[in-house]
């Protein structure tokens, strides 16, 4: 097999750091990366100026959760290949691994740049800034994805959420009106929909969001609580109890 071919080819030439890459490949391939790791190391002695070489290390790092040694040889791997957008993707998994998102997030729009083929790059930018708690960048990235996916349900909800998340809930109401009308069947759209209207303090269009929510699914639990915020609002105390007790 492979790996036999490969140890074999060792014995005669030890100093070949190419072989000593490709059994590391050919141990991740059956699992055995604690092994793949070694053969990786090695190969990074012998080339410490491929790139390559330390991409591979750094996965296969990045696989055991040696995230601060996987940053390491991605760094190293951008040195020395500063047009791969892989290297650079690399590199902001192992900065999110590590909890360091706002690097993270740099890391991944480099990449983007690299690769402007590769939505998932902006997904990873995303969910970068949301941990990093930077919400208004985020609006900003998640409006590039509904550019990409203007179809796509959940992109205009995160929308929705995050322009409630700092306040804007007019912001929100527009992207709530988008996802109903991608999907009108969503309880759950309706009933998030609701809760930005009684935000702006619109309880009747609120209320009939909710209705919408109960008329397709009546067990929904935030469909219920909704209506009953509107009817403590209104102050119709009974009601609010009846739609509680219904959450």
């Known amino acids: 097999n ?3 071919a490969y140890m074999q080819a060792l014995r005669r030439i030890p100093d070949n750091g190419s072989l000593y890459r490709k059994l590391g490949s050919a141990y991740q391939n059956f699992g055995k990366i604690e092994k793949a790791l070694a053969m990786h190391e090695k190969s990074v002695q012998f080339m410490p100026d491929d790139g390559e070489a330390w991409k591979d290390m750094g996965t296969v790092q ?3 959760g040696r995230y ?8 190293k791997a951008t040195e020395k290949m500063p047009h791969s957008p892989e290297c650079y993707e690399r590199e902001g998994d192992a ?3 590590l909890g360091r998102f706002t690097e993270a997030s740099q890391a991944y729009a480099q990449a983007f740049l690299l690769n402007q083929q590769n939505p998932d790059l902006i997904r990873k930018r995303a969910d970068a800034l949301e941990k990093s708690r930077d919400y208004f960048s985020l609006l900003g990235v998640i409006r590039q994805l509904s550019d990409i996916e203007p179809g796509n349900v959940s992109i205009w909800k995160w929308m929705g959420d995050v322009h409630s998340r700092v306040g804007d809930y007019d912001s929100a ?3 709530y009106n988008r996802t109903v009308e991608l999907n009108p069947d969503d309880d759950g759209l309706w009933a998030g929909r609701g809760d930005v209207l009684l935000q702006l303090g619109e309880l009747q269009s609120g209320m009939e969001s909710y209705e919408r929510a109960l008329a397709i699914n009546p067990k ?5 609580r ?3 915020r509107i009817d403590a609002h209104r102050g119709d105390f009974s009601k609010a109890v009846s739609a509680y ?3």
């Open 2 to 4: 492979a790996i036999a």
């Open 68 to 75: 601060d040694d996987a940053l390491y040889s991605f760094q």
């Open 62 to 64: 990045l696989k055991l």
């Open 226 to 228: 909704g209506v009953g």
């Open 173 to 175: 109401l527009s992207a």
């Open 95 to 97: 900065l999110s691994g």
């Open 245 to 247: 007790s219904m959450a």
């Open 220 to 224: 929904s639990a935030d469909a219920w």
